[in-house]
């Protein structure tokens, strides 16, 4: 008799096998599909090594590892992601959340501290991930996201009622400014995490990024600007005076980005924020309070 798969064989296996097909941490997405399919946590995993899979474990197993090498994200086959401490629900048709988006919210919190009840605008909002977050954490914050893409706000309605969140956000389709436009009145705070991957980049990404996540939701044109221009141009017509904008940025952006916003005229300070890989993520610009 063959030995049984348990799962102390199974983990060494899939990261073989996962490694030989060219995924990246070929060990992690075994041990994180392995823990999906038994209900437990990665942790849980070293704590029953021989323990033995049901066939029906096994075959389910088996069939996330084939769907794993031909390149689809991890994200995508569990059919959620953690953001912020919450969990947000993707597949096809949106982008999934990253962590270094984390430091867009952390800088929008930080100068919410002093208003009362404020009025955030999130455009580009994907998953909902920054929308939802914000709301989460500001209870007295009137929330409204705003993306071009049906599919990606029927992602953001589902995380809005699987985190009880469905009364706290209004959800806007629509290109940028466009469905704000009539009777929105001024928002004490914009964030944006638009497209930023130059087109050049495109070419270079990786099979499950480049062929699973929406290519709408990933290229920002020849500088990776474009969405962004057109962010920083709009802004000031719908912040209040003395509020904030905020744009997450790709690698190598600040610069320009930082460039564009004090051209327009329209804000008062300009400044960059890093993340944890010292790269300048976040582009934050504060409306002045005349003009």
Not at 61 to 68: A, H, S, V
Not at 264 to 280: R, Y
Request: charged share 25%; with cysteine; proline share 7%.
């Amino acid at each position: 008799m063959s030995p049984a798969w348990t799962v102390g064989r199974l983990i060494p296996w899939a990261a073989e096998y996962l490694g030989g097909h060219g995924v990246d941490s070929p060990r992690l997405s075994g041990e994180l599909l392995l823990a999906h399919v038994l209900g437990c946590s990665r942790l849980e995993l070293y704590l029953r090594f021989e323990q033995p899979l049901k066939p029906e474990e096994l075959a389910e197993f088996k069939k996330l590892i084939l769907r794993r090498k031909n390149r689809e994200p991890v994200d995508y086959i569990l059919g959620s992601r953690e953001f912020y401490g919450l969990e947000f629900l993707v597949g096809p048709g949106v982008l999934v959340p990253r962590p270094e988006t984390e430091h867009l919210v952390e800088e929008t919190l930080a100068r919410l501290k002093d208003v009362q009840a404020p009025r955030i605008l999130d455009l580009c909002t994907g998953s909902g991930a920054v929308a939802l977050t914000l709301a989460h954490e500001r209870p007295d914050a009137a929330v409204t996201g705003c993306d071009i893409s049906p599919e990606a706000l029927t992602w953001a309605r589902r995380n809005a009622h699987n985190l009880d969140l469905q009364e706290r956000v209004r959800w806007l389709q629509g290109d940028l400014w466009e469905p704000v436009a009539a009777g929105s009145g001024f928002f004490d705070i914009i964030t944006a995490n638009p497209p930023y991957v130059t087109t050049a980049e495109m070419a270079e990404l990786p099979p499950e990024v480049g062929r699973f996540e929406p290519r709408l939701a990933l290229e920002g044109g020849e500088d990776g600007l474009d969405i962004a221009r057109s962010i920083i141009g709009g802004a000031g017509a719908h912040l209040r005076p003395l509020g904030w904008l905020f744009i997450e940025l790709g690698a190598g952006q600040a610069a320009q980005a930082a460039r564009l916003a004090q051209a327009c005229g329209a804000f008062a300070e300009v400044s960059l924020v890093k993340d944890l890989a010292g790269i300048e993520r976040v582009l934050v610009c504060e409306r002045k309070d005349y003009g």
